[in-house]
């Protein structure tokens, strides 16, 4: 059990990679906060969890609402003593020709996916520093390192959320904080299986541009997610960590 003790709180946990490494968390001894809008989700969620023998609370939170946030972390601390671990995940892809995105969309994917972090880790921050320490995991993506077209909010998000990262990390360092940024590559989830619904993604020709040959799962990523939540990523902050089965590493024909 590599989080025993520890209280996590992570963003869109009702479903796909949040939901996973909720799960997984409290699988390694955590307990968690589970947060999204849908909580009707996260409650069978949370008791699943219980039922396993797991500690689990859902709380309702919509990040763009800093305030919901704020909350959230309230609630965590009040409930379990501490919150050791933020995972800021909850986010939407945004796909549309740039030269048609409505201010409302860039909107709409800029306070998710950018404002939405920065609050997730400036509330659980501020608190990480009151308490001694703590650490911060954004769930990004390859599209804010590499970019993809019709994705102008989505990429730029990603890519502001990986810089976020790095700051905070410089400065809050100090207080034993600690930040990474965890950027996926394709995982098969309800985002990604909606947008090759819409025919917008074509599979086959991203197991081909996939060194590893494959659309990866969210069990993919549940090692990297423990790693830097646990005490073993100690001596590591401001990184951001690729898990995209090569897709970034790629640049031949
Ligand atoms: P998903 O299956 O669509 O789940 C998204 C989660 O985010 C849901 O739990 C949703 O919960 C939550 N969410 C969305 N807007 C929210 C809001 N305003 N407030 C609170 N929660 C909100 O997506 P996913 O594939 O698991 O993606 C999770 C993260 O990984 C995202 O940041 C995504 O950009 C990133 N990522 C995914 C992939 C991929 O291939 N799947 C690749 C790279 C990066 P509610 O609807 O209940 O609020």
């Known amino acids: 059990m590599k989080l025993k003790g520890k209280v996590a709180l992570i963003t869109g946990a009702s479903k796909g990679i949040g939901k996973g490494v909720a799960e997984r968390y409290a699988l390694e001894g955590a307990a968690v906060v589970l947060a999204s809008r849908s909580t009707d989700l996260l409650s069978v969620i ?4 219980g039922k396993a023998g797991g500690l689990a609370l859902a709380v309702p939170v919509d990040v763009r609402n800093r305030e919901s946030i704020e909350q959230a972390v309230t609630t965590a601390v009040e409930k379990y003593g501490r919150l050791d671990i933020m995972v800021n995940n909850a986010g939407i892809s945004m796909a ?3 030269e048609e995105l409505s201010v409302e969309d860039w909107t709409r994917a800029v306070e998710t996916d950018l404002y ?4 997730g880790c400036q509330c659980a921050g501020r608190q990480m520093i009151r308490q001694g320490g703590g650490c911060i995991i954004n ?8 970019a993809a077209p019709m994705r102008a909010a989505y990429c730029s998000s990603k890519a502001a959320a990986n810089m976020l990262t790095k700051v905070l990390a410089i400065e809050w360092a100090k207080y034993n904080v600690r930040i990474n940024a965890l950027a996926p590559g394709y995982i098969r989830t309800e985002l990604v299986q909606g947008v090759i619904e819409k025919g917008m993604l074509p599979v086959d020709g991203i197991q081909k541009r996939t060194p590893l040959g494959r659309i990866g799962e969210v069990k993919d ?12 990523s100690e001596f590591m902050t401001g990184a951001v960590m690729t898990v995209d089965g090569g ?3 790629y640049g031949y024909l």
Do not use: M, R
């Not at 949370?46 to 969890?49: A, K």
């Not at 939405?116 to 609050?119: I, L, N, Q, S, W």
């Not at 990523?221 to 073993?232: I, N, P, R």
């Open 139 to 146: 769930i990004t993506s390859i599209y804010g390192l590499v």
């Open 221 to 232: 990523l549940l090692g990297a997610a423990v790693y830097l939540a646990s005490d073993d």
């Open 46 to 49: 949370e008791e699943d969890i």
């Open 116 to 119: 939405g972090v920065f609050y």
């Open 247 to 249: 897709w970034t590493a």
């Open 96 to 98: 549309h020709p740039s």
